[in-house]
């Protein structure tokens, strides 16, 4: 039962142009929604979160919307840049729990 | 303030052996958590400790277990490895809450011939 998915295993961008990763979750106890960018080689590191009584969140390049009604989420990055390619994990936390995303691997074109 | 610090960095075992990793999460934060990296299975959760207790548990078999020591420092062993344990093991830490932003150490790579 997998509760967080990230349908798209991979995304190839140009550079400078708008790359967009998606998110859907089933459980609506969900309140906190976290992204995370993931290098080779390295941990997870976190890049943006959202509650869920906001709709958007916005930190520089980087953008996530909530949609609670269709369960999804949504982070956008403009402009992506090459050192944007990464391993790309979506979270969802309720109580004590985080559930992780498979994950999008993002590939920055030049 | 230094991270969180995972040893060791890569390990090799055979079928039926077992492995203790160890995970010194940052200075301060009380709960720690431990997730498995596959390709293709994203991270799952394996379990967390808060105060030297274990507070949440994934769906992994009783072959993994893990401890919290008092200074918060952590160790995850897995017995009788299979094959498939092969992986990426992650320990992150966060100061009180496991819903919290997850701080993650570098991993073990983890590889069972």
């Known amino acids: 039962d997998q509760q967080v998915k990230q349908n798209s295993p991979s995304l190839s961008v140009q550079e400078g142009r708008i790359s967009i990763l998606n998110c859907d979750y089933t459980n609506s106890m969900f309140d906190y929604f976290l992204w995370y960018k993931k290098y080779p080689a390295e941990g997870p590191t976190f890049l943006i979160s959202i509650s869920s009584i906001k709709d958007k969140n916005e930190d520089g390049r980087f953008t996530v919307f909530l949609n609670k009604s269709a369960k999804h989420l949504s982070l956008h990055i403009v402009p992506s840049q090459p050192g944007d390619s990464a391993v790309y994990f979506c979270?969802?936390?309720?109580?004590?729990?985080?559930?992780f995303g498979k994950g999008t691997r993002l590939h920055i074109l030049p | 303030k230094a991270g969180v610090t995972q040893t060791p960095r890569y390990l090799i075992k055979t079928r039926g052996q077992q492995v203790t990793l160890s995970c010194s999460p940052i200075s301060g934060h009380r709960s720690v958590s431990w997730y498995q990296q596959t390709p293709g299975q994203g991270l799952q959760f394996l379990f967390e400790?808060?105060?030297?207790?274990?507070?949440n548990k994934g769906n992994f078999p009783g072959r993994f277990s893990g401890r919290q020591f008092s200074n918060s420092r952590s160790e995850m062993n897995v017995s009788t490895l299979e094959l498939g344990d092969s992986a990426l093991y992650l320990c992150?830490?966060?100061?009180?809450?496991?819903?919290?932003?997850?701080?993650f150490g570098s991993g073990t790579q983890l590889s069972v011939l």
């Open positions: 992150a830490s966060s100061p009180g809450q496991a819903n919290e932003k997850l701080f």
């Open positions: 979270a969802a936390s309720a109580d004590d729990k985080i559930i």
């Open positions: 400790y808060f105060s030297e207790t274990q507070r």
